[in-house]
């Protein structure tokens, strides 16, 4: 008989202890996140460097599209989601960070008849002001480029995905990507549009912020 209680406790005992690693298991698992912009976080936002991506694109010859990218670039958001007309962006890229996985070509796009990054080492975007909202979850902003010391209006079309802590950084994190198109030409990257090598440029960005804040 009193086997069987204290088989009956370590039974217990034992239900109790998985019941709550479970239960911790799916609050990592399924963090508190959010998809719904107006329940994010206000504040001061810095980039997350592991989660961010930006890509550039052109039309070559007609044939195929060039994709590269800047593997090294700095960001930070000022976001109040009760007051996104408000919203500020600041991207400073390291120009001579591109990346077109051919290394030689790669050295020629860092010479004076491309980026000259030794002369203009870094390129910035600015936005400047809220144009529109499309939907509940992209909007749409004005904003400055200054590359190669030219500076021009660019717009950005702007994509919440989601917001939340991330369980691997401890951080408050939010999730957006956007998009952007210029002619190169504006910024004195004409070299070998009249071949057919294209002028306008698609760029690409999806980017993790964490709150400065954040512990």
């Known amino acids: 008989?009193?086997?069987?209680?204290?088989?009956?406790?370590?039974?217990?005992?034992?239900?109790?202890?998985?019941?709550?690693?479970?239960?911790?298991?799916?609050?990592?698992?399924?963090?508190?996140?959010?998809?719904?912009?107006t329940e994010v976080r206000a504040g001061q936002y810095v980039l997350d460097p592991n989660h961010a991506s930006l890509i550039w694109k052109l039309n070559h010859l007609g044939f195929s599209t060039f994709l590269g990218s800047f593997n090294d670039f700095e960001a930070s958001l000022d976001f109040d989601p009760e007051d996104i007309e408000n919203a500020s962006l600041e991207v400073v890229i390291d120009t001579s960070s591109l990346d077109v996985d051919i290394p030689e070509f790669e050295e020629e796009l860092r010479g004076d008849n491309w980026f000259d990054v030794e002369v203009h080492p870094q390129?910035?975007?600015?936005?400047?002001?809220?144009?529109?909202?499309?939907?509940?979850?992209?909007?749409?902003?004005?904003?400055?480029l200054t590359l190669l010391g030219n500076t021009a209006p660019v717009n950005l079309e702007v994509s919440f995905h989601g917001g939340g802590r991330n369980f691997l950084t401890r951080s408050y994190t939010v999730g957006f990507s956007g998009s952007a198109r210029f002619n190169r030409s504006d910024f004195g990257l004409d070299r070998f549009t009249s071949f057919g090598v294209g002028d306008e440029i698609d760029l690409e960005i999806h980017v993790e912020f964490m709150d400065a804040g954040s512990s």
Do not use: H, W
């Open 1 to 37: 008989m009193l086997n069987f209680y204290f088989s009956s406790l370590i039974k217990l005992f034992l239900a109790l202890m998985t019941s709550s690693l479970l239960f911790n298991c799916s609050r990592i698992l399924t963090p508190d996140q959010t998809t719904e912009v």
């Open 123 to 144: 390129a910035v975007y600015r936005t400047t002001g809220f144009l529109e909202a499309i939907d509940e979850d992209t909007f749409i902003f004005a904003g400055d």
